[in-house]
């Protein structure tokens, strides 16, 4: 479980098919404090750390991960969004985020609006039914808020901090994301088509 608050940006620095893919993510954690099996979100995916070194770690990703993600177009040097997994006790300060990705979004347009970043970006159709206006959404495993949504597309507004703590000061039109719909978008709708 996460909450969509990114609290490293790390890089690919290696990746090699082996039967699945395995990459190694350099990252500014502490890996000492990192255990063998933990769960760490990289990009909005929850991977689990099979090898550790001081300022890395790898990662095991099976082909129906890379085949529901935006995995498939890692290349070595592309920094990637990091969260630890949450503890009890930990400020939740996004959303609840589980790191099962639901689709990936394209980025159909980027336009600066004072300091901040508004970003439109195109759901698969089966899952745009789960975006709402003022709703939340994971994007390469960043909470973030929906601005409005016509359609299959959605606004996103990013804030200077988050463009600087961020991948998302990298963002450019034709960028696939990871996304993940806010888990109560979905029970809500199993609700709603239950009783109708």
Not at 92 to 104: A, Q, R, T
Not at 117 to 146: C, D, Y
Not at 170 to 192: K, M, P
């Amino acid at each position: 479980m996460f909450t969509g608050i990114i609290t490293d940006v790390g890089t690919i620095q290696s990746l090699e098919q082996q039967g699945d893919l395995r990459a190694r993510i350099t990252t500014g954690y502490d890996t000492s404090g990192i255990d063998m099996g933990a769960s760490i979100a990289s990009d909005g995916v929850c991977l689990t750390v099979i090898d550790l070194g001081p300022d890395w770690y790898d990662v095991q990703i099976s082909a129906e991960t890379v085949s529901k993600t935006n995995i498939a177009a890692w290349v070595d040097g592309k920094r990637v969004n990091l969260e630890r997994a949450l503890k009890v006790g930990d400020e939740l300060g996004g959303h609840i985020v589980s790191g099962h990705v639901d689709g990936v979004a394209e980025v159909v347009a980027v336009t600066d609006e004072g300091d901040s970043t508004r970003v439109q970006l195109r759901a698969p159709s089966e899952l745009s039914r789960f975006i709402a206006p003022k709703g939340s959404v994971a994007l390469n495993g960043t909470s973030l808020t929906v601005n409005e949504v016509e359609g299959d597309v959605f606004g996103i507004n990013f804030i200077p901090h988050t463009k600087e703590v961020t991948t998302w000061g990298d963002v450019a039109v034709g960028d696939h994301v990871n996304l993940e719909i806010d888990t109560l978008a979905r029970y809500v709708a199993r609700l709603a088509e239950a009783q109708g």
